[in-house]
């Protein structure tokens, strides 16, 4: 392994970073520093966050700056203000030693006067947000004309924040021979072309494997109902006391709910999201980096960019949508060679996007059940037992105090003493956890799966496929996906039925497909006249009796005819059950049919992975 004195880092430089702990270069350092060091050396890096990157293109661009003038030489572009100022913090602790070098964040949500100011006066490192550069770029006073070496930090996620423009924009007013270093966790088509256009003869570094999840991180999935996934949050936060992690949700209003939850129910959270102000967002995270809040829920979006150390979990409150979310959201914990957990709350629909997840990070996850009542009870009482014995006693202080403690206490002996202690913390967990709900978990096993198939089974006659007494349920081949909603159905049985009164029950509403209750009588006029009729765009309005009173049912979850029932209708049912499944006017697609088997109680993951001769026909 080299030294940074080795890699070419200058005496300055290094005397600071030794005093921040730096001992020897990361795998990301040993190969950026001195290939960035030289000039006409494009760099393409794809490492995760906290692999040491700041320090891997920020020592080289510190040694290469003349301090003698007085003109931006350096430019570093990042997604959020909170990235920004941590970058341009670090490289000021790197640059201690190094006098006249003057770095200036430059984002939105704070005053432009005060950067416009500081760029008048003469800067040599602009660490920026796109947005607010274009704005002092517009105003003609960041010029960019004298620059020599650009960072694009976290690329990826400027690019899924909608900043292409922008650096585009911006790029085209750098030198043209200048260094350009793109870092990125992944390698996506994006990344790709902009790396073609701006990059000359780029060398692709790799730290680890392309899109590999940080080796450091252990990935757990917990698999719940979806109306049990906050109980199970509560049970996984209890388990872990010494807790100090990110809850990520998909919306702004989950992430307040969750953390206002958390928050009633006596845990140090807060939440981060998009609908915050910049003094509110500033605030909460001061407090998280400072440890007064353990646990902070947050949106991607709000999260990107936010580098917190030592923190020992991320909480995924449901899979994100992409994979790559995914990697960004784990690698947050489990950095500078510490481990860490990635945690999934998620229901067995998910299942198929952690496969996904596993495959693309090469890794598997490991599938518990949550801990118990008794578990979590101990760990917090462990928790309790390690406070106790690491509290500082000041001697001094305390002395004049202990006479009138020992009399208060005499009456209690040594074991009656330490229980008290104990459970004044720990009663809380006791109470709740003797008294809790149960959280029944969906079973994976075939056996758990087979139980499972036959309770629906058994639910199915009593579920709201049964028409209203006095009601006739009918199939109706047109569902959302047509603009057809509850109105829309209305209007097109009294279009039909001019000089009728058609009195309707309830409506079922399906992607491609709906359910209409009609009283008994009027049935038969309604089947006669609807399967008369042709939408504008050509497509056959299809309608048939999806139900009997009865209670038997075919495969497709529609009952069947009874034989006492007129000759012509019975046919007619039969005749055109081959096209009663959903969107059997179009190409089936995989929405299609899980509409289609959770309308039939089916589990649609278990049948959609088997090879379906159904599927195969379509």
């Not at 796109?130 to 002092?136: A, K, M, S, V």
């Not at 790029?171 to 790396?195: G, W, Y």
């Not at 449901?318 to 709350?345: C, F, M, Q």
């Not at 599938?367 to 979590?376: A, F, M, S």
Request: aromatic fraction near 6%; charged fraction near 30%.
């Amino acid at each position: 392994m080299k030294t940074f004195e080795e890699l070419g880092v200058s005496p300055e430089i290094r005397k600071a970073i030794e005093e921040m702990g730096y001992v020897s270069p990361m795998p990301v350092q040993e190969e950026v520093i001195p290939y960035l060091l030289g000039n006409g050396n494009d760099v393409v890096a794809l490492a995760q966050t906290g692999t040491g990157k700041t320090a891997a293109f920020g020592l080289p661009l510190i040694q290469k700056i003349d301090v003698t003038r007085r003109e931006p030489q350096a430019l570093i572009l990042c997604p959020t203000r909170e990235l920004c100022l941590q970058i341009a913090g670090d490289l000021t602790d790197y640059s201690k030693y190094i006098t006249d070098l003057k770095i200036l964040p430059v984002y939105g949500g704070s005053s432009i006067e005060s950067q416009i100011r500081s760029l008048k006066k003469g800067v040599q490192i602009i660490v920026a947000t796109p947005g607010r550069l274009i704005d002092l770029m517009e105003r003609n006073v960041a010029k960019l004309e004298t620059i020599k070496d650009v960072v694009m930090d976290e690329a990826d996620e400027m690019l899924n924040m909608g900043f292409t423009d922008s650096i585009n924009a911006i790029l085209e007013h750098v030198p043209q021979d200048r260094n350009t270093l793109m870092f990125s966790a992944t390698m996506s088509p994006e990344i790709s072309k902009i790396a073609k256009t701006y990059l000359h003869d780029a060398k692709e570094i790799t730290i680890g494997v392309k899109n590999e999840s940080t080796k450091n991180v252990h990935h757990v999935a917990y698999i719940v109902h979806a109306k049990d996934k906050y109980l199970a949050l509560k049970r996984v936060v209890d388990f872990y006391p010494q807790i100090y992690g990110i809850i990520f949700c998909r919306t702004r209003k989950e992430t307040q709910e969750i953390a206002d939850k958390l928050i009633q129910d006596g845990y140090d959270a807060d939440s981060l999201h998009g609908e915050l102000s910049q003094a509110q967002r500033d605030l909460v995270m001061q407090k998280f980096r400072q440890r007064h809040l353990q646990l902070l829920v947050a949106t991607d979006v709000a999260a990107r960019g936010l580098d917190v150390n030592d923190l020992t979990h991320v909480i995924n409150y449901g899979l994100p949508e992409d994979t790559e979310s995914y990697t960004h959201r784990s690698g947050r914990t489990g950095r500078a060679g510490k481990t860490g957990v990635s945690i999934a709350i998620m229901n067995l629909r998910e299942k198929g996007k952690m496969r996904e997840i596993e495959r693309i990070i090469n890794k598997k996850f490991e599938v518990k059940p949550l801990p118990t009542g008794q578990e979590i009870c101990e760990q917090q009482l462990v928790k309790v037992i390690d406070e106790i014995e690491k509290v500082k006693v000041n001697e001094e202080e305390i002395e004049a105090f202990l006479p009138s403690i020992y009399r208060k206490f005499e009456w209690l002996s040594k074991e009656d003493l330490i229980k008290r202690v104990v459970s004044m913390e720990f009663n809380r967990f006791l109470d709740y956890y003797k008294n809790a709900p149960e959280i029944e978990q969906p079973s994976t096993s075939e056996k758990g799966k087979k139980e499972k198939k036959d309770r629906k089974e058994r639910k199915d006659r009593e579920r709201s496929r049964k028409a209203e007494k006095g009601y006739t349920r009918m199939f109706l081949n047109l569902g959302k996906t047509d603009g057809f909603y509850a109105n829309q159905i209305i209007d097109l049985i009294n279009h039909t039925l001019k000089n009728e009164r058609i009195q309707i029950g309830r409506i079922d509403l399906m992607q491609n497909f709906s359910f209409i209750e009609v009283i008994e009588p009027q049935a038969p006029i309604l089947l006669k006249a609807l399967n008369k009729v042709t939408l504008k765009n050509g497509r056959k309005v299809v309608l048939e009796v999806a139900e009997e009173n009865s209670g038997n049912s075919d495969k497709s979850g529609k009952k069947r005819e009874r034989s006492g029932k007129s000759g012509k209708r019975a046919s007619s049912a039969r005749s055109s059950h081959k096209d009663s499944e959903p969107a059997a006017s179009h190409k089936m697609k995989k929405d299609d049919w899980k509409q289609f088997f959770q309308h039939n109680d089916v589990d649609f993951e278990d049948e959609w992975e088997k090879p379906s001769k159904r599927r195969r026909k379509k």
